[in-house]
């Protein structure tokens, strides 16, 4: 699941009915999460010593698997995704705090073009990343046609170092905003304070680094969260390489005749606790000390004046990194679209082509177009995003509320613990939950259809777009709805007029990050779609997986640019359709 | 029903109002009279509870019990509550609360947006509005691009739109610097009273009180101590709490020594005990009891010693301002006076007399009101 922000809630909504929102909103949204999240992941996780309790075994309780899923590929894929996502992590935060220092705190040219570059890379899936970078690399890829000779670093980029290279880029963009929240509130009077009291340059920066601590512990737990539960990646550079991931290993074992899911269930709960130590440890720090560095007297910050030759330098550096990080593999991917026998060998050499754009539309060896998978995921999309972000602006609103309790901590908790389910084990999950009679006969009987997708999609982003959301809804001044209360709107009108015009920026982004990371979510859509109703995701795989990269690439262009072109409409209709004071104001990470 | 359409300057009447929070109680039996028109000021130190008290009064926290009523309306009760938009009253937020997406006109207009007024009329209303408070040129600016003074009016301009009966203040000028703070709260004042409208008005400093109340609401430990006119607070303070919350430049351990007058007694101090003082009290003591004495600053003068009778200080500190001098000065063993002014300067370590006005000096039991 996606974790995008981990900013820091502090002050309080409207004491306004406090009881009374405690009370019932308390019990619908944990019947919600419950549904949602809770069942569906329990459900499958108790096979890991419960095989009988899913009719999967004859033991009610064994350890037999725990020892199975340690040994073996399955134990390899453990080992591999452990190592591989703390080394992910600790480079993802250190390049993120070097980008975030430099784009908000220099004179860094084009500022604002490498902000944008970063949300796209966040839109990107690491399955397109990985595909880009394929086509660019294979031999008699993109690369060969272009006359680079890229043997050299093919064998390498088809191991770890090739699966380090995209997680950290996959990761990266998560570090980089939390990073970059960090560093907005950290103003200049630490700075001054700590050199007019004689602190050198170093001695200055390590008083002042750790009033960031909580942002780069956040940052260190998300990336390594993000890049352990990720299954683009694995699911295909990983697969590719013979170099398994735990995601894969998992996939593998319920998708493989027989079956084996208590070891599935086993590494589930790994690459879950896995990450519980350092979500907790980040959970601790904030609440043991306080870091509440934003308030009325905070000056904005002031930004480090590079002279002309360290300027170019800087912006030369960060140029060339969005060109590699994230120019390199888009140009694959588009130039490998139109490479004629795209990765085989021809004897009639390089040859450019339209084919795999027509057979996009209209398949020559059978197969799907894109068109109805495309709507399909467009759809999907649109539901999804639209119900996560009306539920995770409850969900949030209940998370800053200074009267929710236990119940507040118990979902703060829950929410940053559901960052750590991988989407591959909710997908699983809602395959045992959703089809016991039980809940067939007597609650909902969805299995196989469109609807579970949603659901579990739903599911999958909630916890991140709750994150998400908590931060800007935190920074909205509880007076600002009591002064609109008391000047005579009622409740509706007070959010209408006040909250919704301060959040309007933050929603719109959440809903375009939900719907572009559901058009291209591959492990539960995989998992889940049911059998009529394939979404892009989904066929653009089958393409690839049947030698037919051509298609596929040219598949993932168009829909990465349909993504895009969502997106830059969306943008234009709220510059043209909201007022003025709309724009003037929003979130900080959105708006640098 | 809504309060709107009622005459302006509503009463407004607390019975036995209480309020808890999770883990502490706010108010604690508060009862509260205030007649149409009054300028109450409720002073307290933080925690006291004020805050809470204003945000029941607005409909923003809802009571634990007790009773609030509005211009004859009960608008929270064990059975009624009425929400804040349908009180009918207005309020100037401690951190202003301005909306930053809409400019400033927009933000005064907003509570006329509800009124039956013509456009036009609630345009003229505003532009006269922003000349009253005098930001009539920032009209299209944004929040943002206002300094805290200016923020301050267009929040005052704002309460003052709303036409409403009673107008709550909470800590309006705490985040202003002195000078802005002084000519605010003028303008408060002044604006304010123009509308005949009911004021309370909450903080902590107490000559912030004195200058703008009418009446002057002590608050202490989620109770209200002490109610009365600010003479009457400044010159007969309930117990210790009100004497040391309302400014004393002194406070000392004495022995009673006898009863000289109606409510007089004479005490003497531990460190001068040949020295009598006279001094108020607002309840019995009987000679040898051990009390202790509250001087306001105003009830201390200084004399070159062997000039007047008095006790014998030594000044430690000199401070200028605009009219004199204020001078800290020591008493005794470990009694200092502070900010006692003179119109002339005492050097520091010079010795003076100290001289003590009774009309200013209370003999208190300390322990009551803490």
Redesign the interface.
């Known amino acids: 699941m996606s974790l995008v922000s981990q900013l820091m809630a502090t002050s309080s909504p409207?004491?306004?009915?406090a009881?009374r929102r405690f009370s019932l909103g308390g019990v619908a949204i944990w019947v919600v999460l419950a549904l949602l999240i809770i069942a569906p992941v329990m459900s499958f996780l108790i096979l890991a010593v419960s095989p009988r309790a899913f009719q999967q075994g004859s033991q009610w309780f064994t350890l037999r698997f725990v020892s199975e899923a340690f040994r073996g590929y399955t134990g390899r894929g453990i080992a591999d995704s452990l190592w591989v996502s703390t080394l992910v992590s600790v480079l993802a935060v250190g390049l993120a705090t070097t980008l975030a220092w430099l784009i908000h705190r220099t004179n860094v040219l084009g500022r604002r073009v490498w902000s944008i570059a970063m949300w796209i890379l966040l839109i990107m899936p690491s399955w397109m990343m990985t595909l880009g970078w394929t086509d660019l690399l294979q031999p008699f890829g993109a690369a060969h046609a272009l006359g680079i000779n890229t043997r050299w670093i093919y064998g390498e980029f088809f191991g770890p170092f090739g699966i380090i290279i995209v997680l950290t880029t996959v990761a990266l963009p998560f570090a980089y905003f939390i990073v970059s929240a960090g560093l907005q509130g950290l103003g200049p009077e630490y700075e001054d304070a700590a050199r007019i009291h004689g602190a050198s340059r170093t001695r200055m920066l390590r008083t002042v680094l750790p009033i960031i601590a909580p942002a780069l512990l956040s940052a260190i737990a998300i990336s390594f969260a993000e890049t352990m539960s990720d299954f683009g990646v694995a699911f295909t550079l990983g697969y590719h390489s013979h170099f398994p991931l735990a995601t894969y290993t998992l996939f593998s074992a319920i998708s493989t005749y027989p079956a084996n899911f208590s070891v599935a269930a086993v590494i589930a709960v790994v690459l879950i606790l896995s990450t519980i130590p350092l979500i907790a440890l980040q959970s601790k720090v904030m609440r043991s000390r306080s870091y509440a560095v934003l308030s009325?007297r905070t000056r904005s910050v002031r930004r480090r004046e590079f002279r002309r030759g360290p300027r170019i330098a800087a912006t030369l550096g960060v140029s060339l990194f969005f060109f590699i990080v994230l120019g390199v593999p888009i140009l694959g991917a588009l130039v490998g679209s139109f490479v004629e026998n795209l990765g085989i060998y021809s004897a009639r050499g390089v040859h450019f082509t339209l084919t795999y754009y027509q057979q996009v539309l209209s398949p020559s060896i059978g197969g799907k177009s894109l068109g109805a998978p495309l709507i399909e995921s467009n759809q999907l999309g649109l539901v999804v995003a639209s119900c996560t972000g009306v539920l995770a602006v409850v969900l949030a609103r209940r998370l800053v509320a200074s009267?929710g309790?236990w119940s507040q901590r118990v979902t703060d908790v829950f929410l940053l613990g559901s960052v750590a389910v991988p989407g591959v084990v909710l997908g699983v999950g809602y395959i045992f939950f959703y089809n016991l009679s039980f809940i067939t006969h007597n609650v909902i009987n969805i299995y196989k259809t469109l609807p579970l997708l949603m659901l579990a999609l739903v599911a999958s982003s909630l916890p991140g777009q709750t994150r998400f959301m908590a931060g800007p809804v935190s920074q909205i001044?509880p007076?600002?709805n009591?002064?609109?209360?008391?000047?005579?709107?009622?409740?509706l009108r007070?959010w209408q007029?006040?909250n919704l015009?301060?959040m309007s920026r933050i929603l719109l982004w959440g809903w375009l990050l939900t719907f572009t990371k559901t058009i291209s979510e591959l492990a539960i859509a995989q998992i889940l779609y049911p059998p009529s109703q394939e979404p892009a995701s989904v066929t653009i795989q089958a393409y690839l997986a049947n030698l037919q990269p051509g298609t596929g690439t040219a598949m993932t262009v168009l829909t990465l640019l349909e993504m895009l072109g969502v997106i830059v409409v969306a943008m234009f209709l709220y510059r043209l359709l909201t007022?003025r004071?709309?724009r003037?104001?929003g979130w900080s990470g959105v708006q640098s | 029903m809504s309060l709107?359409s009622r005459e302006r300057a509503v009463g407004v009447s607390l019975q036995h109002l209480h309020k808890d929070f999770?883990d502490k109680v706010a108010l604690e039996d508060v009862n509260l009279e205030i007649e149409p028109g009054t300028f109450l000021v409720l002073l307290g130190p933080s925690g006291s509870g004020k805050t809470t008290l204003l945000?029941c009064l607005?409909?923003?926290?809802?009571p634990t019990s007790g009773e609030i009523t509005i211009g004859g309306t009960v608008v929270a009760s064990a059975r009624a509550f009425v929400?804040?938009?349908r009180?009918g009253?207005?309020?100037v937020?401690?951190?202003y609360?301005l909306?930053?997406?809409?400019?400033v006109r927009?933000n005064v207009a907003?509570?006329l947006?509800?009124s039956s007024r013509a456009k036009s009329q609630r345009d003229e209303r505003v532009d006269d509005l922003l000349e009253r408070v005098g930001i009539a040129h920032l009209a299209e600016r944004?929040p943002?691009q206002l300094s805290g003074g200016e923020q301050q009016r267009v929040a005052l301009a704002?309460?003052l739109a709303?036409d409403a009966g009673l107008i709550?203040f909470d800590e309006p000028l705490s985040?202003l610097d002195a000078d802005r703070r002084d000519q605010l709260r003028v303008e408060i004042a002044t604006l304010t009273r123009a509308t005949g409208a009911t004021v309370v008005y909450i903080t902590h400093d107490q000559s912030e009180a004195f200058a703008l109340a009418d009446r002057v609401g002590v608050l202490n430990q989620g109770r209200l101590v002490q109610i009365d006119t600010p003479e009457a607070i400044y010159r007969s303070p309930a117990n210790a709490f009100v004497a040391r919350f309302t400014g004393v430049a002194g406070e000392f351990p004495v022995t009673v020594v006898d009863e000289c007058g109606p409510a007089h007694y004479e005490v003497a101090l531990p460190f001068a005990p040949d020295e009598r003082i006279e001094a108020l009290a607002l309840e019995r003591f009987e000679p040898g009891d051990s009390m202790s004495l509250f001087v306001r600053a105003a009830g201390v003068s200084l004399a070159v010693t062997g000039s007047a009778k008095g006790t014998h200080g030594t000044i430690l500190d000199v401070a200028f301002t605009s009219r004199g001098y204020e001078h800290v000065v020591s008493v005794g063993e470990g009694a200092t006076l502070s900010k006692v002014f003179a119109p002339t300067r005492f050097d520091r370590g010079s010795r003076v007399q100290v001289c003590f006005d009774a009309s200013s000096c209370f003999v208190m039991d300390p322990t009551k009101g803490k």
């Open positions: 409207s004491g306004l009915d009881k009325g009267s309790g001044q007076s600002l009591e002064a609109a209360r008391v000047h005579g709107a009622g409740r007070a007029t006040t015009p301060l007022p004071g709309w003037r104001v | 709107k999770a945000r607005a409909g923003i926290e809802r929400p804040p938009e009180r009253l207005a309020m937020f401690q951190d609360a909306w930053p997406h809409l400019s927009k907003y509570p947006r509800t944004f943002n704002r309460a709303a709550l985040n």
